[in-house]
């Protein structure tokens, strides 16, 4: 039976997994990222490229040492969206700029035909994107910028540091504001506009291919006797719906610290009111609709730590499970999608003075339905665009979890929603499809689903939803741009 090693680039943490052809997980090891703040933007981080790789390098040495019978068959990897790693002219990984870094917000006014742009590259003009953000480094560091010769996204970079062999994957390049998508390719045309000219664009690699074998020199710092291939992976909310099984006209949803819905068109569609996003699925032979609330999962976990520092994840789960009554609501989402726009503040609504029986109870169950509330408004609109005509809802990612979540966002949609085997590693998952597929093996562990019913008799989620869109156009009307 084959056995992978698994990278994924996250935006928190990172890690790298050892599987099997069949997705059981052997064993995983993981480090968190770190980042540093450029001192000469008022909002940007970069991170070291050389210290990730020592990371990712560290793990797989760590797990191949603890594991020593296990021949590794293939390695593959996913990468956080939006992040790239510049490399230099003389071919060395200069600086890494992370779907976090803002270094281009203040300069996106100096961009034009922001509305063409959308309709040619199914995204907004933002500083998310890739092109801003080196956009943003040639306007203030030029002393940077002078030394960059591509670049590439973080899951290709990998394959870069282990093979020598650069690329960029379909998914991963319509994230870079460059890339055309009627004519599957970079865009002379929307390189000039983002003025990157000097900058040479990597070739386009579809997910699944071999990039190369690992360098000789990766191969004697692992320690082992034996050749690995290196199999091109992607973006990391692509690899975890190909490892939840989507497949065309599926709902996707992936709830991690971001909640993109998706869902999967053999043609392109961009909206006339620029509500979604549209990308490249993984090999590009799809399109990828989506819209997204943005900042979501990291809200329940960091009340969890910090109002039930010492209570366990199932006691917490039941402890919700027990609340029978709306006593405030949260608005935590940071984006207001169908406006583009983000929302610079959340907060609690609880009606003046606290009530004496105001639990902290109370506050986690709200943050949990503020994240149901807000995946399912999102899906509501890309159900009025794409149309209700799909065949499942499927749910991935850690954040489904919580039982809680998973309930309350049957109880909103109004239909069974369907979690495969081991959701929560779907982008694991998703690199062991991508290996699979290089090997011609069927991937067969996507045929089991946790299924999760809507609760019809269940209406204080729905009472709930009510409350909630009522602050949330409050909170449109009085909203500061940002």
Known sequence: MNKYLIVDLGTGNSRVALVNEIGELIDISSFENKYYKDQSYDDAQYFSPNYWQRQVMNSIKEIISKHPGIHIDAISS????????????????LIGLPNIDNRGKSFMKDIANKSDIYHCTGSWVTEDCIASKIYGLKKVRSDLYDQVGTFTSLSEWIGYILTGNLCIEFSQATETLLFDLDKHDFSEELIRAFSLQDIEMPCLAKAGDKLGNLKQSVIEDLGISYDIPFIIGGADTQIALKGAGIKKGDIGIVSGTTSPVVTLAKDKYTDIDQRCWTGLYLGGEMFQVETNPGVTGLNYQRIRNLLFDKVSYDDLEFALDQV??????????????????????????????????????????????????????????LISMTGDRKKRILCCGGGFQSKILRQHLADLIGKKIYLPHNYHQSSVLGGVVVCNDYFNLHSNFDDSFIVVEPDIEHNLIHDYYKKWERHRNRIMTTREDV
């Open 324 to 381: 029978g009554e709306i006593k405030c609501v949260a608005f935590f989402t940071s984006l207001d999608f169908e406006n583009a726009r983000g929302y610079p503040t959340g907060g609690f609504f609880i009606k003046p003075p606290f009530s004496q029986d105001l639990h902290r109870e109370d506050m986690a169950w709200a943050i949990v339905a503020d994240i149901a509330c807000s995946i399912y408004h999102q899906y509501s609109q």
């Open 78 to 93: 996913s990468g956080a969206r939006q992040s790239s790693v510049l490399i230099d002219k003389k071919g060395d990984s």
